[in-house]
């Protein structure tokens, strides 16, 4: 679990998280290979935090978006930067979701399966709630799949840190036994940061909302910071953000 206190933080999410237009395409491109044409009348956004992926699912694919998060503070945030006329935000966790058996042709985890306390009680709920030929997108980062996550080579505690985290057979098992089918994994590259300029201007944002940076003591932050320093100095550009995209149905 992450000592993120996300009631405050919601600003801090739209500065720094799932910020770019053009990131949100390239996620939703890949989703849509995985929909039925036309694309599912009514999906869940689950975590959805802030609205970012919430709001960008219903301009990609028309429909209606359940954007479910526990943290008030999250979601007011939510209906004042990502409002859209099919996106309801509604308070509810993984485990227990508001929402009535197979209303839901698709469901979207963003960066949160490391925040549930019981991940098969989630992937039995999502059984729940999808519809039998539908399906779950989870868009994360997995123990030993990392590797193009920048910042955890950066600064190597974060690295540490997400390494606890579920590892991929795991959330496969889980879902499997859930009643899912596993469809397919695949790595999506997205742009993050033009410059490292940039990125240090929104490290101090980042320490206070990410999951992996929140923890991170002191002497540690320096190193990172100066070795983004050094890149700079070189004239080296940010990498792209590599992750992985599960699907089950």
């Avoid at 799932?18 to 009514?42: I, K, M």
């Amino acid at each position: 679990m992450s000592h993120v206190a996300y009631d405050d933080v919601g600003k801090d999410f739209d500065t720094v998280r799932d910020r770019r237009p053009d990131a949100q395409r390239v996620w939703c491109e890949r989703v849509r290979d995985y929909l039925p044409d036309p694309p599912p009348f009514a999906m869940v956004d689950v975590g959805a935090g802030t609205g970012i992926w919430s709001k960008a699912l219903a301009e990609s694919f028309g429909c209606v978006v359940h954007g479910v998060e526990p943290s008030a503070g999250m979601r007011g945030r939510a209906a004042v930067a990502h409002p859209h006329p099919r996106v309801e935000y509604v308070a509810g966790r993984a485990e227990v979701l508001p929402l009535p058996d197979e209303s839901l042709g698709a469901a979207w985890l963003s960066t949160v399966i490391h925040q549930f306390p019981d991940l098969p009680a989630a992937a039995r709920e999502l059984r729940r709630v999808v519809e039998p030929d539908g399906r779950v997108f989870i868009r994360s980062g997995y123990p030993g799949r990392q590797d193009e996550i920048e910042l955890f080579h950066l600064f190597p505690g974060a690295m540490r840190i997400a390494e606890t985290w579920p590892r991929l057979g795991r959330v496969i098992t889980a879902f499997e036994d859930a009643g899912f089918v596993f469809e397919a994994i695949e790595r999506v590259r997205e742009p993050t940061f033009d410059s490292y300029n940039e990125m240090l201007e929104l490290l101090p944002v980042m320490r206070r909302s990410d999951s992996a940076l929140v923890d991170l003591d002191d002497e540690e932050w320096d190193k990172g910071i100066a070795a983004i320093e050094r890149a700079l100095a070189a004239g080296e550009r940010p990498w792209d953000l590599g992750m992985d995209l599960l699907v089950f149905r």
